[in-house]
């Protein structure tokens, strides 16, 4: 019973804490630790599904919502690529043209 009232208060905890830096990106450390952590407790529910079915379901869904959570935005963090012709122009004259390994300054 203690134990089912601290895993409780562990997802509270955790939900929490997700729903306070809704509007902040993870940074990537952040996101790395998230990956990591999630992938540990998913495990971890998953090896227990047969031991405590309810907690296990608990974990794995908690450990695949932290996964989540820390891939969803990783588009975000890719480089935008130029649309427009000047655009391009704009990123060569700044020394910053990405197909080019050196950078050019005119």
Excluded: C, W
Aim: glycine fraction near 6%; proline fraction near 5%; hydrophobic fraction near 40%.
């Amino acid at each position: 019973m203690l134990n089912k009232i601290k895993h409780n208060l562990t997802i509270l905890a955790a939900k929490k804490l997700l729903d306070r830096n809704k509007d902040e990106s993870l940074g990537t450390a952040k996101r790395f630790l998230s990956i990591v952590a999630g992938a540990y407790i998913f495990q971890r529910g998953i090896r227990a599904i047969t031991k405590r079915p309810v907690v296990a379901v608990q974990e794995a869904i908690l450990g695949g919502f932290l996964i989540y959570d820390a891939v969803k935005d990783i588009r975000q963090t890719y480089p935008v690529k130029p649309s427009q012709p000047a655009q391009i122009r704009k990123n060569q004259i700044q020394g910053n043209d990405p197909s080019s390994g050196i950078a050019e300054f005119v």
